[in-house]
């Protein structure tokens, strides 16, 4: 559990480096702070209900920064339009996605390599790791 607990808080922490980076020109409201809180509450309540904890998603969380982004000429951030909409629409997709199982099941595996693979090749020009 404590290696568990020590790779999730390093994955939280260079997580926030990466996206709080100046050049990603970030600003944060008063409640930003809440998010740590909110996240800490949650692990615990996972952990008590054996449900999975709730990770960063360093990639994830770097590209979202980058769609979100306005760029200039040169290629850098502008600005970054902030909003927790995205996530809301994102985890209530993947909740509808139980409720469609039947439907999923008629997609041709091969179909979701492709899609999967093209999404992945087309956002690794925008991501500073690559």
Do not use: C
Not at 21 to 32: Q, V
Not at 74 to 95: D, N, P, Y
Request: no cysteine.
């Amino acid at each position: 559990a404590l290696l568990a607990f020590i790779l999730v808080f390093l994955d939280n922490g260079i997580t926030w480096h990466l996206i709080n980076h100046p050049s990603n020109k970030l600003s944060h409201g008063d409640a930003y702070n809440y998010d740590t809180v909110v996240i800490g509450i949650m692990i615990a309540i996972n952990s008590v209900l054996g449900l999975p904890w709730l990770v960063a998603a360093t990639v994830r969380s770097i590209t979202h920064v980058q769609a979100l982004a306005e760029k200039d000429d040169k290629g850098k951030i502008s600005s970054v339009q902030e909003t927790r909409l995205t996530h809301i629409f994102i985890h209530a997709l993947v909740l509808v996605t139980i409720f469609a199982l039947e439907v999923l099941k008629l997609i041709p595996v091969p179909v979701l390599y492709g899609v999967f693979l093209f999404m992945g090749v087309a956002s690794l020009s925008g991501n500073e790791l690559w």
